[in-house]
């Protein structure tokens, strides 16, 4: 087991596949508020070092951990088997974090790594064991020592063990993908609250902003600021999913926006600048 302090990026890191750092982050950046965000993400990661899943969660206070969301390289995804055990009452055992927390409500991110012979049981039986999980990075960001938020990174028994130079690729993007995912939070949890209050209408932000927009496209818009997907507006609107991107393609470059989480941004008011 290891605890330690995240430091700053090196902005002269390579990728094992020679995409450099930046490169890695803005595709990461730019799938923010997208639904294959999770995906999109594990992806990059695996740009930088062989992960097979990982997982995003929060614990607060005596609350059951709340799973944002999870990934996995294969189909082989046992996320949700682990954080049903891990919910169960697990999580009121873990010591796994504690070092990491303190760490992280002192002012510094962290980075912890356990290997699966090293987690108390029942524990390591239920989760580990259960389903041939060898390793777990984790970069933890901690508000107290009760509210903790983690990006878990895990290796199956198959995969074999992280090496020092792949620890340090995980160090080196740790930083930013973890800045990546709370904003990636941060316009979900705005574009709920959008979407639960029946007085909020996205067509009027959109108008305000751009007052050339056509019905059709503020249709579209409207449905992808409530988290509709393609399939689902298209349907609703009667129109083909390629009729769909291209009424979004339009009212896109009518708003000056590449990505639905610049729509989001313009509905909810996010200063992206933040």
């Not at 990982?54 to 995804?77: E, K, L, N, W």
């Not at 010591?95 to 303190?102: I, P, Y």
Request: charged content about 25%; some cysteine; aromatic content about 8%.
């Amino acid at each position: 087991m290891q605890t330690w302090a995240l430091a700053p990026p090196c902005a002269s890191f390579q990728c094992e596949k020679s995409d450099s750092l930046s490169d890695v982050l803005c595709a990461v950046t730019d799938a923010i508020g997208e639904s294959e965000f999770a995906v999109c993400t594990l992806r990059l990661i695996n740009a930088a070092l062989p992960v097979d899943f990982m997982s995003v969660y929060r614990i607060a206070g005596d609350s059951p951990p709340q799973m944002f969301f999870s990934a996995s390289r294969t189909a082989h995804d046992v996320s949700a088997d682990c954080m049903r055990r891990y919910r169960g009452g697990l999580y009121r055992r873990d010591e796994t974090f504690s070092r990491a927390r303190e760490l992280a409500t002192s002012g510094a991110l962290a980075m912890t790594h356990w290997n699966e012979a090293e987690i108390p049981s029942p524990h390591r039986d239920q989760i580990y064991r259960r389903h041939g999980i060898q390793e777990r990075l984790s970069v933890v960001n901690a508000d107290s020592l009760d509210d903790m938020l983690a990006i878990n990174l895990y290796r199956f028994d198959d995969t074999g063990r992280f090496r020092d130079h792949e620890i340090d690729a995980a160090q080196a993007i740790g930083r930013p993908v973890l800045s990546c995912v709370k904003k990636h939070l941060q316009v979900l949890g705005k574009l709920k609250r959008v979407s639960q209050n029946p007085a909020s209408n996205p067509r009027l932000a959109l108008l305000k902003r751009c007052p050339a927009l056509t019905a059709r496209e503020l249709d579209v818009c409207e449905r992808l600021c409530r988290g509709w997907t393609y399939d689902g507006i298209a349907l609703d609107l009667g129109l083909s999913v390629p009729s769909v991107k291209t009424y979004r393609a339009r009212a896109f470059d009518r708003l000056g926006i590449h990505f639905r989480n610049e729509l989001f941004s313009i509905v909810v008011g996010i200063d992206r600048s933040a």
